[in-house]
């Protein structure tokens, strides 16, 4: 009972060792996460131009 418990033990820290060290797939997160950086920060730039048009229109309007 006590080698199979300390076997089972071996194995997963072996399995868990390989699992870390493992680097397959690396270049698929960093490129996803490339992505969303990108299309969230596009995103609050062109919220930030279409505030400050409307606040130019609002401005123009008054104005005018």
């Known amino acids: 009972m006590k ?3 300390k ?3 071996i194995d997963a820290v072996i399995k868990t060792k390989q ?3 493992n680097r397959r797939g690396e270049g698929f997160v960093d ?6 950086m990108a299309a969230v920060i ?3 730039v062109l919220a930030g ?3 400050k048009l ?3 229109a609002r401005k ?4 005018g």
């Open 31 to 36: 490129t996803a996460v490339k992505i969303l």
């Open 42 to 44: 596009g995103g609050l």
């Open 60 to 63: 123009l309007m008054k104005a």
């Open 49 to 51: 131009h279409s505030v």
């Open 3 to 5: 080698q199979w418990l």
């Open 54 to 56: 409307v606040g130019m």
């Open 19 to 21: 699992t870390i060290n």
């Open 7 to 9: 076997k089972k033990m």
